[in-house]
């Protein structure tokens, strides 16, 4: 059986089940540059990135994947590819998060009110079939740069994975609050979503600040 050939989802029951070097060599070879590119995006993040220690928290991913005979791997439930793909930048992201902030956990989500998911959707609708790509590319870079404004708060990282995973990935908030490292019920992860896309409408939507005139003396 030749691993390059399956599908993400063969590849990983052939890595689980047959421990076969070859299947695991085309496992990094696959995903390494989704998982490295990830490390290395949310380092940079960082007021002060250290580039040291990159590829140690890529080998943490790793390690995050292989625990507890292969858990994370064994537990996922493969919806389609794409799913999985957000799985690993949901792994990625989470092992630079508790690498910055220790082993202090911290959850969100508890006591909040209901949100209605549907609103989401309708906020932040974006009509792509319209749009050109140099558009759709300049409209994505918008709203990175809205949610570059939130990099201050505590779970940014996870919060920003939630909101790419919905609107880029296509997973439902049902399916990202079951991956690990999000620690949030569903209506944890619609509630976030809703705020997320509240402040980027309104990002997007806000008139740039006046320049005031210099005028000489």
Request: glycine letters at 6%.
């Amino acid at each position: 059986m030749d691993p390059r050939k399956l599908s993400v989802k063969e590849l990983v029951s052939y890595c689980l089940d047959s421990q076969n070097q070859d299947g695991w060599n085309e496992f990094v070879r696959r995903f390494q540059p989704l998982i490295a590119g990830v490390v290395t995006k949310c380092v940079f993040r960082r007021k002060h990135p250290n580039l040291d220690f990159i590829d140690d928290l890529v080998q943490e991913s790793y390690k995050k994947l292989i625990a507890n005979n292969y858990k994370a791997l064994r537990d996922f439930d493969f919806q389609h590819d794409n799913a999985f793909f957000g799985f690993l930048k949901v792994v990625a992201a989470n092992v630079v998060e508790d690498h910055f902030r220790g082993s202090t956990s911290q959850k969100r989500g508890s006591g909040r009110e209901e949100e209605d998911i549907e609103e989401v959707r309708t906020a932040a609708s974006v009509p792509r079939n319209s749009l050109q790509p140099a558009e759709l590319a300049i409209l994505m870079g918008q709203i990175e740069h809205c949610l570059a404004k939130l990099a201050p708060e505590p779970n940014f990282t996870r919060d920003y994975t939630i909101f790419w995973l919905y609107y880029r990935q296509g997973l439902t908030a049902k399916a990202i609050s079951k991956l690990p490292g999000i620690t949030l019920s569903v209506k944890g992860v619609e509630s976030t979503l809703l705020r997320l896309t509240r402040f980027v409408k309104v990002c997007l939507t806000s008139p740039p600040p006046s320049k005031k005139r210099v005028t000489g003396g």
